[in-house]
């Protein structure tokens, strides 16, 4: 079972920037590809970026430019650095991994944080 705890959501106004953190507990070798989701109200959940094991990076189309995901593996953790924000990037942000085919990974395919409150303000 992978545990994991996410971190640095805020208030900021338009233009500015966070950086979010998700550390990961329990089985992190298991650990295949980290991702952060987000999801505001009446809205469906949306992948806001990815990155494999071997650092290989992915986003959404509305946060390309303006988001950098990172990982360290030797940290078991992930950082999603938002710049540029945007009202429309409220939302509560999760992080998210994916499970190994590694032998003796047989946990759950998928682990969820609890998440954490994003807010910008015009």
């Known amino acids: 079972q992978v545990n994991l705890v996410e971190s640095g959501g805020g208030s900021v106004r338009a233009g500015g920037s966070l950086r979010l953190a998700c550390a990961a507990s329990?089985?992190?070798?298991?650990?295949?590809?980290m991702n952060w989701y987000r999801q505001a109200p009446g809205k469906p959940r949306e992948l806001v970026a990815s990155?494999?094991?071997?650092?290989?990076?992915r986003y959404g189309e509305s946060v390309k430019g303006r988001f950098t995901v990172s990982r360290d593996n030797a940290k078991y953790t992930s950082s999603l650095q938002m710049n540029d924000l945007k009202p429309e990037d409220t939302a509560i942000y999760y992080c998210?991994?994916?499970?190994?085919?590694?032998?003796?990974?047989?946990?759950?395919?998928?682990?969820w944080g609890q998440g954490t409150q994003v807010t910008v303000s015009s």
């Open positions: 998210n991994t994916n499970r190994a085919t590694t032998v003796g990974c047989d946990g759950p395919h998928n682990s």
């Open positions: 329990g089985d992190t070798i298991c650990i295949s590809t």
């Open positions: 990155v494999s094991s071997d650092g290989t990076t």
